[in-house]
């Protein structure tokens, strides 16, 4: 069978260039790092050719301090980059977002009060957020306006402009077209772009955390490429590109299983309606998952933190999704400061495991259903657990065989045992009662030891027809989890 040839995204985020002009001493070893960068990335993709980026996504913070001085330094790295004899990536081939760093840190607004006299207001003056304890009926009125948030990256879309990259289209007669918006069809990859840095005051912002927001009318407007909410098995790769992971978002734009709120939270729909999501911010990379969704986040490539810098993600995408779980692979193109020459190494992630980008008949019963599994694992201590698991048990029950096969090859190993445990009406196995097997066979009869575990016919049908049929479909739809699935003991 002819193999099938992937798109390699490079994503890096937190480039911070300006960082060593910091008033705060900072070492000035940035501009090392960035050409010693430069010169490995040439020796990357000549001995790597198959690893070698068509795309590069940038996942914010360019700049320290979002100033023009900042945009300069990161024009002379691009303009050399785009340079390097074989790279595939051109300024056509970058998407990009703003982060907390990209906020001009001087902004300020001019007004003519009542008098008629002018003054200079800061920001923090005129962009009023909603707190942390507000009512859901009270913060949706507190509308995003975002048209008095633009100018405050006007340094950084100029250095767009000034590179020529390809401006996200979100409203064509908006003066700013960089904030936000969507690319589609970058070599055969969707991408839609948002800002989590409308509501951040500045610098000395230090309570910014669960007060930001991306704006549910933004994004909106940004994901009207898409023709339908849920994901069809004819839909391009999705990605969404944005900055500050969810947990720093307003908790009304923050995951919840909540039916009534799903349809108006941003990250519900981010997670239904996208594959992936590629964030910086945190200086560390990792992937995990929430739902059938992939979070992939960035390391930075310069930071003053010694042991969270200089490491980056090369996402290798099939450019053509079959139904079923679609194989992806993230590797590190990582910094090694122990290494004088050429120090920038391309290698597996820590404990690197594949992902899937999933494509089924019904996405949206698949995505529900893991999400609300999450949620339920993550949450199973509370009082209300009773409630999520009863809503599983209802989803779960309305996926076809092959649909509950995708289910429990995409939740990991450490997972597994709570999943299985899930479908049973008392919870009565420990560890030391579950062992692996290689086997096609499913629940045994009776087998010596161990507690028996009470579940009803229909439940206990259910896993043994997932369990069989676990080590042969996935396998043949080319997914190889890194554990085979549990055998119950019971008598």
């Avoid at 633009?150 to 250095?159: I, Q, T, V, W």
Wanted: net charge neutral; glycine share 6%.
């Amino acid at each position: 069978m002819k193999k099938i040839e992937n798109t390699i995204i490079m994503h890096v985020s937190d480039m911070h260039f300006g960082i060593d002009k910091a008033r705060y001493g900072i070492s000035e070893d940035s501009g090392e790092i960035y050409d010693k960068f430069i010169d490995s990335f040439s020796e990357m993709i000549s001995k790597f050719p198959a690893w070698a980026p068509d795309i590069l996504v940038v996942s914010g913070d360019l700049a320290w301090n979002g100033s023009e001085e900042n945009y300069a330094s990161a024009k002379v790295f691009f303009e050399d980059f785009f340079r390097i004899e074989g790279n595939r990536i051109t300024k056509e081939d970058v998407v990009l977002c703003f982060g907390n760093h990209d906020v001009d840190a001087d902004s300020h607004i001019t007004v003519s009060d009542k008098t008629g006299e002018v003054a200079d207001h800061t920001i923090k003056d005129f962009l009023s957020r909603p707190g942390a304890d507000i009512k859901f009926k009270e913060y949706k009125n507190f509308e995003l306006d975002v048209s008095k948030r633009y100018h405050r990256f006007k340094n950084a879309e100029k250095f767009c402009e000034d590179m020529g990259f390809v401006p996200l289209t979100s409203n064509p007669e908006e003066k700013y077209k960089y904030t936000y918006g969507y690319r589609l069809n970058l070599k055969g990859i969707d991408f839609v772009c948002l800002n989590t840095e409308w509501d951040f005051w500045g610098k000395n912002d230090k309570n910014a955390d669960g007060h930001l927001r991306i704006g549910l009318k933004t994004y909106t407007k940004a994901t009207r490429c898409f023709d339908n909410d849920e994901i069809a098995l004819s839909t391009s790769p999705r990605f969404a590109v944005y900055h500050r992971p969810f947990k720093y978002l307003h908790k009304y734009e923050q995951y919840t299983p909540n039916p009534y709120f799903g349809d108006k939270c941003v990250a519900n729909l981010i997670i239904r309606q996208t594959d992936v999501s590629l964030t910086g911010h945190e200086h560390t990379n990792d992937v995990h998952r929430n739902g059938a969704h992939t979070h992939i986040i960035s390391g930075t490539v310069y930071s003053d933190e010694e042991l969270r810098r200089f490491s980056c993600n090369l996402i290798s995408i099939p450019q053509a999704l079959r139904k079923g779980l679609n194989k992806c692979e993230v590797r590190q193109f990582r910094y090694h400061p122990s290494i004088s020459v050429k120090p920038w190494k391309i290698e597996p992630r820590d404990s690197s495991k594949p992902f899937a980008i999933v494509r089924v008949d019904d996405y949206a019963k698949i995505s529900d259903f893991l999400s609300c599994y999450q949620y339920w694992f993550e949450a199973q201590e509370i009082e209300s657990k009773n409630k999520y698991t009863s809503r599983l048990k209802i989803l779960f029950n309305k996926l076809n065989p092959s649909e509950q096969t995708i289910v429990f090859s995409i939740i990991s190993e450490i997972y597994f045992n709570e999943l299985l445990d899930l479908f049973t009406e008392e919870r009565k196995l420990t560890k030391s009662e579950i062992s692996y097997t290689t086997s096609k066979n499913s629940i045994p009869s009776s087998s010596g030891g161990g507690r028996k575990v009470s579940t009803t016919k229909e439940e206990e049908k259910g896993v043994e027809r997932v369990l069989k049929s676990y080590d042969t479909t996935v396998r043949s739809d080319g997914y190889y989890p890194s554990n085979t699935p549990p055998k119950i003991r019971g008598r």
